[in-house]
Each structure stands twice: as C-alpha cells, then as structure tokens.
Nanobody
Framework: QVQLVESGGGLVQAGGSLRLACAAS????????MAWFRQAPGKEREFVAF???????DYADPVKGRFTCSRDNAKNTMYLQMNSLKPEDTALYYC????????????????WGQGTQVTVSS
C-alpha cells in the first residue's frame, strides 16, 4: 500500500526557513516523479515544485530562487527547503507522486499525502 506522509510544517516569521519532508512507503519512491503542491485558504491547490526520478527539478515562479526540492532515494524521502518565507507562502503543503514524466498538472498525480501546514507571520 502506497503512503505519503509529510512533516516539517509549522509557524515561522517572514524571512525565516523551514524544511518539509515527504516519506514514501509502498515501494514506489525511486520509480516515481515526486512533487509539492500547496493550498492556501480560499484558493485552489497549486503546483510548487517537482523532482524527477533523475533529479531534474522545476519550480513555480513565486518560489523560484527561494525553495529547493531534493530527494534521497535511499531514505525514500523528498524534501522541500523553503527560505526567505513570505506570508503569502502560508498554505497546506501536500506531496504527491506519479509514475510518469514530470508534470505541473496535479491531475496527473496518482498518490497524495495528507498535507502539512505552513504558516508565515508578518
């Protein structure tokens, strides 16, 4: 059974940093594209970053230069290092996985975690 579990969220002041983690079980990690999405209150869920099985990454424009996505296949874990956080980064952050090529489209992702809350105070 595939399971994705996010951790690392919390409350941080603007300008601060957090590192999110997504632990995957079920034997899928090394063969799946992994991604982060987020959903702010009253808004649609949106793409944040993906990392391919070969380590290629891409980011949404609002987080480019501030967020870094990485993966450790030995630990079956994906990370999102978030620096220079802004109040507009406040959201529930989800990790997701799919066995096809990298994509920004959330509809392409087959597996989802429950989310971890990130709150950035001004």
């Amino acid at each position: 059974q595939v399971q994705l579990v996010e951790s690392g969220g919390g409350l941080v002041q603007a300008g601060g940093s957090l590192r999110l983690a997504c632990a995957a079980s079920g034997g899928i990690f090394s063969s799946h594209t992994m991604a982060w999405f987020r959903q702010a209150p009253g808004k649609e869920r949106e793409f944040v970053a993906f990392i391919s099985i070969n380590g290629r990454t891409d980011y949404a424009d609002p987080v480019k230069g501030r967020f870094t996505c990485s993966r450790d296949n030995a630990k079956n874990t994906m990370y999102l290092q978030m620096n220079s956080l802004k109040p507009e980064d406040t959201a529930l952050y989800y990790c997701a996985a799919q066995p096809w090529g990298p994509t920004w489209n959330q509809n392409d992702y087959k597996y989802w975690g429950q989310g971890t809350q990130v709150t950035v105070s001004s």
